[in-house]
């Protein structure tokens, strides 16, 4: 699943980043079909998503233009179908990912020849191997994990269900309950697409407390892939009740800002 972080130097040297980009979709277009991958995770291709990310630099204003002319040249090239999502959706129904993806690729498959469901770009009928892409803008993601002392895959969905924001719960979480069968656990797996307003303490906070009426413990967490330095820092924050907290007060944050240092 290729991903770019939007970088402020890729950003002044797109090409190479996008050279990269398709260089690695093009291997999993090769080696995966579609109509034989089974798998726990929702997913529409062999490359599911390809989300660009303002970090530094750069305006998601400019990730989005970005985005729409990957796309395009991601299905010239590629010949694999794209849906814009996020700030690069055309459809404002679209901007969920959820949406996309509902029924996966094995419903899309047949849907996509539906007006209401037709690919941004290309199709309406999807690669015959590769299935569809979903390109587009957004704020950075926390993948965050939440393992639990069950091997009850129910009680991981039910705990998903009063954490994700479409049955109620944080207005910035998406999650799922799922087995770990070869560790006999079940999990808590969530997207946090916007830890400045569902900081990851929070969401693991409210976690702890729904898993009580089971009589479930939190065993450990996990962060999967990159995480920006100030999720985890508000975090700390608040488990070492440190007061009035900046985090310009980290070494190594002030100098990469510029800042000196008293």
Aim: glycine share 8%; net charge negative.
């Amino acid at each position: 699943m290729p991903t770019t972080t939007g970088w402020w130097s890729a950003w002044r040297a797109p090409e190479p980043v996008q050279e990269a980009l398709l260089k690695a979709a093009a291997v999993a277009v090769r080696e995966i079909d579609m109509n034989s991958h089974q798998g726990a995770h929702p997913r529409i291709g062999a490359v599911d998503v390809i989300p660009f990310t303002p970090v530094s630099g750069i305006s998601m204003e400019e990730c989005v233009a970005l985005s729409h002319s990957f796309g395009d040249r991601y299905f010239n090239e590629l010949g694999v179908p794209v849906y814009y999502y996020e700030d690069s959706a055309r459809r404002p129904e679209r901007k969920r990912l959820e949406v996309i993806r509902k029924g996966q690729y094995e419903a899309l498959k047949t849907e996509s020849v539906n007006p209401d469901r037709n690919p941004d770009v290309g199709g309406p009928a999807l690669h015959p191997t590769a299935g569809a892409t979903v390109v587009g803008a957004r704020r950075f993601l926390v993948a965050f994990n939440v393992n639990l002392n069950t091997a009850d895959e129910e009680i991981a969905k039910r705990i998903a269900n009063c954490v994700r924001a479409s049955s109620g719960g944080l207005c910035h979480v998406k999650g799922m309950g799922v087995a770990l069968h070869e560790r006999g656990m079940a999990q808590v797996s969530m997207n946090i697409v916007d830890f400045e307003k569902n900081a990851v303490y929070r969401v693991l906070e409210l976690i702890r407390m729904e898993a009580r009426r089971w009589g479930v413990e939190v065993v450990e967490t996990e962060i999967y892939g990159m995480i920006p330095a100030l999720a985890m820092l508000e975090s700390a924050a608040y488990y070492l009740q440190v007061k009035d907290f900046d985090p310009m007060q980290v070494l190594e944050l002030k100098l990469l800002a510029g800042g000196e240092v008293e």
